[in-house]
């Protein structure tokens, strides 16, 4: 089975931290996504990486960004926490079509 | 711009009854569609999708979608829900351009509760 971990369930942070939530897949993926989850809001996508060192912009960037030196990992850096980016984080996985969840990660910025 | 749209915030159904859960879509093309399921504390989990081919997909736990491009809608169902299948229900679309790691336009969920 594809695992897809991330390093936290649970973090909290103070405004103006930096923050890295970190997303490990061990199924040798191509593509990783990193979305984040608000009630009525769905799910909407932060970052993706379709290669090593590549990234590309998703729905909503801004306060965010990422980094991917290795295949299996891609992190989610919040350059400096804002109370608006509490959420929950998910990262995910795909060689296909089909995308394969980590558990989350749910971040309070106070 | 892609689009999904699930009308309804939630859904309460008896256990042994029928079920559906709604989702419509905008894409340009033909459309990449997909069901995932939340359940409590755990993240996304894939149903099924619909790429080509038969309108009636099946997937896991015994769930199915009909994929209807007149009224661009992509249902869930199953003919007898369980308890065990309350969760949160995400609809997802994708146009077929642009390689595997295009982007996946998700709905705002539907909250599946299934009584006694």
């Known amino acids: 089975d594809v695992k897809v971990t991330q390093s936290s369930r649970y973090l909290v942070k103070r405004t103006g931290e930096k923050v890295f939530l970190e997303c490990v897949q061990d199924?040798?993926?191509?593509?990783m996504f990193w979305y984040r989850q608000d009630p009525g809001l769905g799910l909407r996508l932060i970052y993706f990486?379709?290669?090593?060192?590549?990234?590309e912009k998703g729905d909503i960037p801004e306060g965010y960004s990422v980094s991917r030196e290795k295949k299996e990992r891609f992190s989610l850096i919040l350059e400096s926490a804002s109370t608006n980016q509490t959420s929950m984080y998910l990262c995910?996985?795909?060689?296909?079509?089909?995308?394969?969840f980590g558990p989350g990660t749910r971040l309070t910025v106070l | 711009a892609q689009s999904v749209a699930q009308p309804e915030d939630q859904v309460n159904v008896a256990e042994g009854n029928p079920l559906t859960v709604k989702c419509t879509y905008s894409?340009?093309?033909?459309?990449?569609l997909f069901w995932y399921v939340q359940y409590p504390n755990r993240g996304l989990q894939f149903l099924l999708k619909?790429?080509?081919?038969?309108?009636l997909v099946k997937g896991s736990y015994g769930f199915e979608a009909e994929f209807n491009k007149s009224q661009t809608s992509f249902h869930l169902k199953k003919p007898s829900a369980l308890v065990s299948d309350s969760a949160l229900y995400f609809c997802?679309?994708?146009?077929?351009?642009?390689?595997?790691?295009?982007?996946?336009?998700f709905g705002t969920g539907t909250r599946l509760q299934v009584t006694l």
């Open positions: 995910a996985s795909s060689l296909g079509l089909t995308l394969f």
């Open positions: 199924m040798d993926h191509e593509n």
């Open positions: 990486s379709y290669d090593v060192k590549m990234k």
């Open positions: 894409v340009s093309g033909n459309p990449y």
């Open positions: 619909y790429i080509t081919g038969d309108n």
């Open positions: 997802a679309v994708r146009a077929p351009v642009g390689g595997t790691a295009s982007k996946l336009t």
